[in-house]
Nanobody, 121 residues
């Protein structure tokens, strides 16, 4: 199983960015795919998660971020809008084998290597 994040970079506050998680080696429809982030000195926090038709967002990103999945490409994207400096972090995607979204990182069996997002004021 492999998850690879892409799309990170530097962006100005107020701008937009799209991250993509490309998966391989798993039955895509069986897994919940979550996006997490970790800022320097902080714990990893859940950002968004999709499982089938169910979608969840962490409170800090509600109304600004949108998660979507493409079953034809086995990818999950995270569209980040109205970006603020507090969104600066390394963003990870992760796969949860039971198909249930959770904000507990330990429930996710597979992780990508992360992609860095830096927001300038």
């Amino acid at each position: 199983v492999q998850l690879v994040e892409s799309g990170g970079g530097e962006v100005q506050a107020g701008g937009s960015l799209t991250l993509t998680c490309t998966t391989s080696g798993l039955i895509f429809g069986d897994y919940a795919i979550g996006w997490f982030r970790q800022a320097p000195g902080k714990e990893r926090e859940g950002v968004a998660c999709v499982s089938g038709d169910d979608i969840y967002y962490g409170d800090p990103v509600k109304g600004r971020f949108k998660i979507s999945r493409d079953s034809t490409k086995d990818t999950v994207s995270l569209r980040m809008n109205k970006i603020i400096p507090a969104d600066t972090a390394i963003y990870y995607c992760a796969a949860e084998a039971a198909g249930f979204c959770t904000w507990r990182p330990k429930q996710y069996a597979y992780w990508g290597q992360g992609t860095r997002v830096t927001v300038s004021a």
